[in-house]
């Protein structure tokens, strides 16, 4: 009787280190493709939310003063 508990015990660990092989691997392509998006996201949206607090501060200046290089 504690052979077949050792064996249980056994099979028991083998597929929950599958379990965690896979999920780590699952988190891992999840992150990766977050971060993939984080990146474009904040390639394309950070001139446009400069543009958009300095739209907001005081004083107030037109768009062609937040733009020009001077």
Known sequence: MASSKISLKGKSKSTKGSKDR???KALKEWST???KKA???THYG???LVI???M???P???LYQLLSPV
């Open 22 to 24: 896979s999920t780590t």
């Open 33 to 35: 493709w977050g971060l």
């Open 39 to 41: 990146k474009v996201i």
């Open 46 to 48: 950070f001139i446009p």
């Open 52 to 54: 958009i607090i300095g």
């Open 56 to 58: 907001n501060s005081e």
């Open 60 to 62: 107030k200046p037109q």
